[in-house]
């Protein structure tokens, strides 16, 4: 079997799919502001169910139909939540152990650093120790109610500002296009006058 040569590398590749994504949800169909709670509902939902590990994209369907969403929308806000979810680990057991009143995990998640004694989130192969360790002490479970709770915030408040910059960013481009053809249209009235 031959193998083609690819003519771009990997990245550029990713960044062109990335770009049509962004071009896609830009020129859906629909008002605006359904699209951009599609994009909020994907956001939210994965965020929300991110320990759950793949329960999240079941639950898309029924939010965008009986919410009034869009569904392409909410794939593409899934997507890209799924891109960030790591980042909001720590934070979202942080934040739910507080709400729950559970051990503090704030010091398993954060390292000073001996020359500057400063602060710094763990990395991801850390977080990753982190989470072997409360699974052999037994915590998880109860860790996991903390990464929930603090989880579910993340996404509502994640979802809604996804929501107010996609209807923002829709309402832009679609006003746009609605100037560029009636300027168009003008032209060429003129040039028949």
Avoid: C
Wanted: proline letters at 4%; charged letters at 20%.
């Amino acid at each position: 079997m031959i193998q083609a040569n690819r003519l771009h590398p990997w990245y550029t590749r990713l960044w062109r799919l990335a770009r049509l994504d962004y071009l896609k949800i830009l020129r859906t169909r629909g008002a605006p502001t359904q699209v951009a709670r599609g994009v909020g509902y994907g956001v939210f939902i994965e965020l929300i169910f991110f320990p759950t590990l793949g329960l999240a994209f079941f639950l898309m369907y029924p939010a965008n139909k009986y919410l009034k969403g869009h569904m392409g929308a909410s794939m593409a806000g899934f997507v890209f939540a799924k891109l960030i979810a790591f980042l909001t680990i720590p934070p979202s057991f942080i934040l739910g152990s507080k709400i729950l009143g559970l051990p503090n995990y704030k010091d398993e998640f954060y390292i000073t650093d001996p020359k500057t004694k400063q602060e710094r989130m763990t990395g991801l192969s850390e977080t990753w120790e982190v989470v072997k360790e409360l699974f052999s002490t037994g915590e998880l479970f109860n860790a996991l109610d903390g990464w929930t709770t603090g989880a579910a915030i993340f996404g509502v408040v994640l979802g809604i500002v996804a929501f107010f910059i996609t209807r923002t960013a829709l309402r832009k481009y679609q006003a746009h296009g609605k100037e560029r053809r009636e300027e168009i249209l003008r032209e060429k009235v003129e040039a028949k006058g």
